[in-house]
């Protein structure tokens, strides 16, 4: 049981390019989500979803696309990148087993993005 | 939405002393309260939570109390040591939204000196 795996673990760009962040679960969650962490803040939720098909929009969106075609994976796509979104990305995932059960957030180990 | 705010930003105190970081929330249908570590250079991990039905809950040498009247939490750390030096997030869960999501406070950076 792996948890929730992020590939790559560090990446640097140039901008304008493009690419994609993976993450993937093995939890069964049905519950996934994108954050990034700059120096010295905290936790911003950039997309999430709610099971396979179903994406929403987090607190800052701009820049960035997400799918989720399959349970287990919740891939993050750099339309064009730039230097504002140098960041640390955590992906993470969780699970709601009724209106009493903890909410526990379950992150994958990050990855480091740098935009030239 | 849920808003939550986290005091102090960055915390420095000496191996063996005691550490309190409190948090505020807007929510009043908010009902669980967890608190994540970051060691640095490490994804955030759950240490300990508390669900709005309860006042304080303990686990060793950390703790965290909850008062629902005035909206706020604190964790408390015990006896510092350098291992507890790290980035702490406090959350609120405001119940019933759809995304299951979290709203994080800023993060406390507590830094504990030998």
């Known amino acids: 049981n792996a948890g929730v795996t992020q590939t790559p673990k560090f990446q640097v760009l140039k901008t304008g390019q493009s690419m994609t962040l993976q993450c993937a679960q093995d939890?069964?969650?049905?519950?996934m989500s994108w954050y990034r962490q700059d120096p010295g803040m905290g936790l911003r939720l950039i997309h999430y979803?709610?099971?396979?098909?179903?994406?929403d929009q987090g607190e800052v969106p701009n820049g960035y696309n997400v799918s989720r075609s399959t349970t287990e994976d919740f891939p993050l796509r750099l339309l064009s990148a730039a230097p504002s979104q140098t960041s640390v990305y955590f992906c993470?995932?969780?699970?709601?087993?009724?209106?009493?059960?903890?909410?526990?957030?379950?992150f994958g180990a990050g990855t480091r993005l740098s935009v030239l | 939405g849920e808003n939550v705010e986290q005091h102090p930003s960055t915390l420095s105190v000496q191996e063996g002393d005691s550490a309190v970081i409190k948090c505020t929330y807007s929510?009043?249908?908010?009902?669980?309260f967890p608190w994540y570590k970051q060691e640095l250079g490490k994804r955030p991990q759950l240490i300990i939570d508390i669900r709005s039905n309860v006042g304080e809950k303990k686990d060793q040498r950390i703790a965290v109390t909850l008062n629902k009247t005035a909206k706020h939490f604190s964790l408390h750390i015990t006896e510092t040591q350098p291992e507890d030096s790290a980035v702490y997030f406090c959350a609120a869960d405001p119940g019933n939204n759809a995304g299951n999501m979290l709203t994080f406070g800023g993060g406390t950076r507590l830094m504990v000196k030998p």
């Open positions: 939890m069964n969650h049905e519950y």
């Open positions: 979803s709610v099971g396979a098909g179903i994406t």
């Open positions: 993470a995932s969780s699970r709601r087993q009724g209106v009493q059960a903890k909410n526990i957030q379950y």
């Open positions: 929510d009043s249908a908010s009902n669980y």
